[in-house]
Nanobody
Framework: GQVVESGGGLVQPGGNLTLSCTAS??????????ISWYRQRPGKEREDLPV??????????TYDDSVKDRFTASRDNAKTMAYLHMTDLQPEDSGIYFC???????WGQGTQVIVSA
């Protein structure tokens, strides 16, 4: 399978970014899988728990407390796209963000977010 993330960049504290993700694979139906977003902070391993997840059923969303009320996960199954809209970004949000269809072993290269003045 293939996962491609995009949309990262450099943003000032308080700014916003929207990350995008698409996934594909043999026998893979995008709408059948939850999509989780993971973060790897600079100099650290990728975190074990996702910062956000949007489910396959009823688009149920869950968020880590560190991003709750600031990040919003969404998806467009017709376009096989998932999104992470991030607002009020802070320096501690910096890192590489990975999109991960669950349950699969599909991982992309991630997209880097740098929050700095």
């Amino acid at each position: 399978g293939q996962v491609v993330e995009s949309g990262g960049g450099l943003v000032q504290p308080g700014g916003n970014l929207t990350l995008s993700c698409t996934a594909s694979g043999s026998g893979f139906t995008f709408s059948d899988f939850a999509i989780s977003w993971y973060r790897q902070r600079p100099g650290k391993e990728r975190e074990d728990l996702p910062v956000a997840t949007i489910g396959a059923i009823r688009n149920l969303q869950t968020y880590d407390d560190s991003v709750k009320d600031r990040f919003t996960a969404s998806r467009d199954n017709a376009k096989t796209m998932a999104y992470l809209h991030m607002t009020d970004l802070q320096p501690e949000d910096s890192g590489i963000y990975f999109c991960h269809p669950r349950p699969t072993n599909y991982w992309g290269q991630g997209t880097q977010v740098i929050v700095s003045a």
